[in-house]
T-cell receptor, first 111, second 112 residues
């Protein structure tokens, strides 16, 4: 069975500050890991994904994530956030056709 | 074009109504998905169609009936819904399964 835990339900941060959104996963097989963003009243957009290879993954909008197999983590980072990054962020684990999402982290960026 | 479109954007229906949600993609993707998302919760997978055949049904009640008429179109037929079925219904498509799914904007359904 696979599962994802997002440890923080909300992360408040000031504009231009760095941010880290935490994600831990559990799986008995090889996994593929994803971060999706959902802006208010919209669908989900893929930020980045880890399938194999380099453990540091760069995505859109300046986000990056690091896959850490020993700690079963896939934390999302951005060195300097903007107001427009305010959204819900979902970590997900996938295998074949199924995506299993974490409970989400609400990133709130303040001016 | 990486767009998945969904209609209608909003839908209000009574518990005795029959309605349908529609999803279209023109990316040539072989798989299409329906998800249900309650407020402040993650999306939950409902159905997966692969090459126009139902491949996954996550034990969804029969009042939800999916249909895939062709490779570009996915419908979700609704009948005798309950107020607790009110949610955002998201459609997604993918050529490579879970590896990269493209989501539509969703249909916000309210059951009265």
């Amino acid at each position: 069975a696979q599962s994802v835990t997002q440890l923080d339900s909300q992360v408040p941060v000031f504009e231009e500050a760095p941010v880290e959104l935490r994600c831990n996963y559990s799986s008995s097989v090889s996994v593929y890991l994803f971060w999706y963003v959902q802006y208010p009243n919209q669908g989900l957009q893929l930020l980045l994904k880890y399938l194999s290879g380099s453990t540091l993954v760069k995505g859109i909008n300046g986000f990056e994530a690091e896959f850490n197999k020993s700690q079963t983590s896939f934390h999302l980072r951005k060195p300097s956030v903007h107001i427009s990054d305010t959204a819900e962020y979902f970590c997900a684990v996938g295998n074949t056709d199924k995506l299993i999402f974490g409970t989400g982290t609400r990133l709130q960026v303040f001016p | 074009d990486t767009e998945v479109t969904q209609t209608p954007k909003h839908l209000v229906m009574g518990m005795t109504n029959k309605k349908s949600l529609k999803c279209e993609q023109h990316m040539g993707h072989r798989a299409m998905y329906w998800y249900k998302q309650k407020a402040k919760k993650p999306p939950e997978l409902m159905f997966v169609y692969s090459y126009e055949k139902l491949s996954i049904n996550e034990s969804v009640p029969s009042r939800f009936s999916p249909e895939c008429p062709n490779s570009s179109l996915l419908n979700l037929h609704l009948h005798a819904l309950q107020p607790e079925d009110s949610a955002l219904y998201l459609c997604a498509s993918s050529q490579n399964g879970a590896y990269e799914q493209y989501f539509g904007p969703g249909t916000r359904l309210t059951v009265t």
